[in-house]
């Protein structure tokens, strides 16, 4: 009998464990500007506030806001349309980011 597969296979469970969980939880990458800017396209439209920040101007809070140091899990709220961040600290730099951008971005 062969002990060899059975070990491998016993090696091989903790490392597909390991990449199960990390898929479970948020290993997904950083979220594009483009999904960014379709969440909040679509958070605006759900405000009532689709004809005060429109499609180009969600683009280009998007690109300020992917560029910044959020973490990757505000941004993925903020591309599935919530208004939602992971820390104070996100929801302190998100807001900061489109205070700060907000006059340029719907110019």
């Not at 990449?19 to 960014?36: E, K, N």
Request: glycine letters at 6%.
């Amino acid at each position: 009998m062969n002990t060899r597969t059975p070990s491998r296979l016993l090696l091989a469970l903790p490392i597909a464990a390991l990449a199960f969980s990390l898929a479970a939880c948020g290993g997904a990458a950083r979220p594009t500007a483009d999904q960014v800017a379709d969440g909040l396209t679509q958070f605006f439209d759900e405000q009532g506030m689709g004809d005060q920040i429109d499609a180009d101007a969600a683009a280009c809070l998007a690109d300020h806001l992917v560029d910044s140091d959020l973490s990757d899990e505000t941004l993925r709220y903020l591309a599935d349309g919530e208004d939602k961040q992971s820390s104070v600290e996100d929801r302190d730099l998100t807001t900061q980011i489109l205070q700060d951008n907000l006059a340029e971005c719907t110019a």
